[in-house]
């Protein structure tokens, strides 16, 4: 089993910037690529960011590309997600997930591809 525990959400207003990070343990780290997922009140579980388990190969989706960073530090076993200017409909519970890939340059975009999860952190962003 691998354990993630996601940290650094709260509430922040609109223009503002988050950093999450996502620690994770019980399995080599560096053997999962790993996406942010986040869930607004009412909407399914979306995927809005990914990177290999290289770190080279990164995705964005189009509401968060040019405002959010993924990267990965492989030594610490964390992955993080820098989210600047962010905006009132950023508002969800965040989840870090981990797919066991045995490529290093790919990364998955759907929920049921990943196979661990943390618990989610919530992020409001106030307007």
């Known amino acids: 089993q691998m354990q993630l525990v996601e940290s650094g959400g709260g509430l922040v207003q609109a223009g503002g910037s988050l950093r999450l990070s996502c620690a994770a343990s019980?399995?080599?780290?560096?053997?999962?690529?790993m996406g942010w997922f986040r869930r607004s009140p009412g909407k399914e579980r979306d995927l809005i960011t990914a990177?290999?388990?290289?770190?080279?190969?990164?995705y964005y989706a189009d509401s968060v590309k040019g405002r959010f960073t993924i990267s990965r530090d492989n030594a610490k076993n964390t992955v993080y997600l820098q989210m600047n200017s962010l905006k009132p409909e950023d508002t969800a519970v965040y989840y870090c997930?981990?797919?066991?890939?045995?490529?290093?340059?790919?990364?998955?975009?759907?929920?049921?591809?990943?196979?661990?999860w943390g618990q989610g952190t919530q992020v409001t962003v106030s307007s």
């Open positions: 990177i290999s388990k290289s770190g080279r190969s990164t």
């Open positions: 997930a981990a797919d066991r890939t045995y490529s290093t340059s790919t990364y998955s975009y759907t929920p049921s591809e990943y196979d661990y």
């Open positions: 019980g399995r080599t780290f560096s053997n999962y690529a």
